[in-house]
Structures are given as C-alpha cells and as structure tokens.
C-alpha cells in the first residue's frame, strides 16, 4: 500500500521560508515522478514542482529562484524548500507520486496524493 504523508506547513510572514516533507512508504520516491501541487482558496489545483527519477526537476514560473524540489532516497522523502514567500503561496500542498521512467516529469499526473499540508502566508 502506497502512502504519502506530508507535514511542515505553517503560518509565516511574507518574506518567510518553510520546508515542506513528504513521506513516502510501498514506493521508492527514485523510481517515480514525484510532484508538488498546491491549491489556493477559490483556485485550481497547480502543480507547483516536479522531480524526476533522472533527478531533472520542473517548476512553475511563479515560485522560479524562490522554492526548490529535492529529494532524500534514504529516507525515501521528498521536500519543497520555499523561501521568499508571498501572500499568495497561501494554499494547500501535496505531493503526488506516478511511477515512472520519464526524463522529466512536468505535467505529470500523480496515481497517488498524500493529504495536504496547509501553508498560510499572511502579515
């Protein structure tokens, strides 16, 4: 059974950074596309970052220079960096998996999400 578990969201003030962690079990995060996707109030879900099991990562334009997409295969976890952050990063955030042998992953379609982690930035 493939489980995703995130955590490290929070409150933080504009200009702030948090780290966010998906854990990973019944799936090896390098045999996957694994992805973050975020969804705000009153908007679509958007995919936010992506890494390849080639390790060749996707972002969207919005959070280009700010946030970061890496991995850790010992602890078979994934992780957002977002520094810089902005009024509106404020949404729900999950990671996805879709076992795959792609080069790249953007566009990708998660078979298995995780719960959510919300993220709330606000002065």
């Known amino acids: 059974q493939v489980q995703l578990v995130e955590s490290g969201g929070g409150s933080v003030q504009p200009g702030g950074s948090l780290t966010l962690s998906c854990k990973v079990s019944?799936?090896?995060?390098?045999?996957?596309?694994m992805g973050w996707f975020r969804q705000g109030p009153g908007k679509e879900r958007e995919e936010v970052a992506t890494?390849?099991?080639?390790?060749?990562?996707t972002w969207t334009d919005s959070v280009k220079g700010r946030f970061t997409i890496s991995r850790a295969s010992a602890k078979n976890t994934l992780y957002l960096i977002m520094h810089y952050l902005k009024l509106e990063d404020t949404a729900m955030y999950y990671c996805?998996?879709?076992?795959?042998?792609?080069?790249?992953?953007?566009?990708?379609?998660?078979?298995?999400w995780g719960q959510g982690t919300q993220v709330t930035v606000s002065s």
């Open positions: 890494i390849a099991p080639t390790g060749v990562t």
């Open positions: 996805a998996a879709k076992v795959s042998d792609s080069y790249k992953c953007a566009g990708m379609v998660g078979d298995y």
């Open positions: 019944g799936l090896t995060i390098n045999n996957a596309c």
